[in-house]
């Protein structure tokens, strides 16, 4: 079963944000809990987990891309 990873809130003041660097890899496993993805807001890196156990099956967006809110970003192939 796969899950589509979206972009969460993380700028209370906007709904878009720059997408900074995947800290795993396509075909690497993920637990929930570990830091996935790194964006970068009003010239903050923040570091954002998976909610999900799997393998990082597909990456949708690549480094420097703006990112909405609700944006599908990463595929997970669920455990």
């Known amino acids: 079963m796969q899950q589509t990873v979206t972009m969460p809130k993380i700028n209370p003041?906007?709904?878009?944000?720059?997408?900074?660097?995947?800290?795993?890899n396509v075909g690497d496993t993920?637990?929930?809990g570990e830091v996935l993805f790194e964006v970068e807001t009003d010239k903050v890196v923040s570091e954002v987990e998976s909610n999900f156990n799997g393998v990082l099956a597909e990456t949708l967006v690549k480094e420097n891309d703006a990112v909405k809110t609700g944006e599908a970003i990463a595929i997970i192939?669920?455990?």
């Open 13 to 24: 003041k906007s709904d878009e944000v720059i997408f900074g660097v995947w800290t795993k």
């Open 30 to 32: 993920i637990a929930a």
């Open 77 to 79: 192939d669920l455990f």
